[in-house]
């Protein structure tokens, strides 16, 4: 049974860069059969993608964060990463690690979540 | 403003059939195969229709789902308490800059 963990920081200052660490088992990232992604969910609103990573480390970003975002990927350790730059309070949110193939973008595990606060 | 648009409520008494709408364009559902996901209360979403209308293992055969050109539908029929919930579509989006696209949820009550 695949099992996927968010870990990171809970609360970030606004400018910083928030950072989360996905960690996977029951399953290697470096099968190739799936994608590995990040979605998050600011409280009482809606899901939104951030973007998606392959285990040779190519990646899909939502246009939205593009700019703002990297995800990375450590097959050594099977975990994904996600960095977000300059947050601001509109980045407080659940944030989710999930596996899915590519342009199916069937997300069928999913990790708890997390919630990440942008705070001074 | 999601790019998928789903009604934000819909309800039902218990055994009755409700469905609910996802609308996008060509470049989405027009194009690719539509997901939907059931949110409970306080816990992570959970996949309930993959590739238009297939059921993962596990998920009731009350759960059902179709698609006709830009435009998709959850139904679920013999409705129970416990299926109050959050539902979402999503879809890939073929535009420029490709992206996963989810709809804005929607939340359903069981009277």
């Known amino acids: 049974q695949v099992q996927l963990q968010e870990s990171g920081p809970g609360l970030v200052k606004p400018s910083q860069t928030l950072s989360l660490t996905c960690t996977v088992s029951?399953?290697?990232?470096?099968?190739?059969?799936?994608?590995w992604s990040w979605i998050r969910q600011p409280p009482g609103k809606g899901l939104e993608w951030i973007g998606y990573i392959y285990y040779s480390g190519s990646t899909y970003y939502n246009p939205s964060l593009k700019s703002r975002v990297t995800i990375s990927v450590d097959t050594s350790k099977n975990q994904f990463s996600l960095k977000l730059s300059s947050v601001t309070a509109a980045d407080t949110a659940v944030y989710y690690c999930?596996?899915?193939?590519?342009?199916?973008?069937?997300?069928?595990?999913w990790g708890q979540g997390t919630l990440v606060t942008v705070s001074s | 403003q999601s790019v998928l648009t789903q009604p934000p409520s819909a309800s039902g008494t218990p055994g009755q059939r409700v469905t609910i709408s996802c609308s996008g364009s060509s470049s989405n559902i027009g194009s690719n195969t539509v997901n939907w996901y059931q949110q409970l209360p306080g816990t992570a979403p959970k996949l309930l229709i993959y590739s238009n209308n297939q059921r993962p293992s596990g998920v009731p055969d009350r759960f059902s789902g179709s698609k006709s050109g830009t435009s998709a539908s959850l139904a679920i029929s013999g409705l129970q308490s416990e299926d109050e919930a959050d539902y979402y579509c999503a879809a890939w989006d073929d535009s420029l800059n490709a992206h996963v696209v989810f709809g804005g949820g929607t939340k359903l009550t069981v009277l």
């Open positions: 029951g399953g290697s990232i470096s099968s190739g059969d799936y994608y």
């Open positions: 999930a596996r899915a193939g590519f342009i199916t973008s069937d997300f069928d595990y």
